[in-house]
C-alpha cells in the first residue's frame, strides 16, 4: 500500500475489520525466488492453489480499491516469504533449491489475516504487526 497518513491507515483498518472469511487450510507446495536474470531477491515457499485464498485476495484488493488505493499490476503469487538475498545470482539459488527443496508439503489453518506495517532499516526491513482480525 505504500506510505500511508494516519486517517487513510484507520480506514484501512476498517475496511480490513469489515472482511468476512471463514477459517479455510492453506498447503506449502514449492520453492522459487523472485528477482531477474542477473540477481535472485527473495527465496519463497509457495500455496497450493486455494479458492478460499483467492476469494480473501479479492475482498482485500476490493475493499482497498474502494478507498482509493491502486490495486497491485503485478500477478498475484500467493507465497511466504523464507528470505530476502543480497548478492545470489539464480544459478546460486538454483543450487540452494535444489539441495534444500526436498520437503514434504505442510498443511496448515489459516484462521486469521493480520496488517503488518514495513519499516527500511540499515539491516532491512522490519516488519511489525499492527492489527490482526479473526475470522
Excluded: C
Aim: aromatic letters at 8%.
Amino acid at each position: 500500500m505504500g506510505s500511508l497518513s494516519e486517517p487513510v491507515a484507520e480506514e484501512v483498518d476498517l475496511a480490513l475489520s469489515r472482511i468476512k472469511s471463514k477459517p479455510f487450510k492453506l498447503r506449502l507446495n514449492e520453492l522459487g525466488s523472485f528477482g531477474d536474470a542477473h540477481r535472485a531477491r527473495t527465496v519463497w515457499v509457495g500455496l497450493e492453489h486455494s479458492n478460499a485464498l483467492s476469494n480473501l485476495h479479492s475482498k482485500i484488493d476490493n475493499a482497498l480499491n474502494v478507498l482509493g488505493l491502486e490495486r497491485e499490476k503485478r500477478k498475484y503469487l500467493p507465497h511466504l516469504t523464507l528470505g530476502r538475498l543480497t548478492n545470489s545470482t539464480p544459478d546460486d539459488v538454483a543450487r540452494w533449491i535444489e539441495s534444500n527443496g526436498q520437503f514434504h508439503p505442510l498443511e496448515f489453518e489459516v484462521t486469521r489475516m493480520m496488517l503488518f506495517s514495513s519499516h527500511r532499516t540499515s539491516k532491512g526491513s522490519d516488519y511489525r504487526p499492527e492489527r490482526h482480525y479473526v475470522f
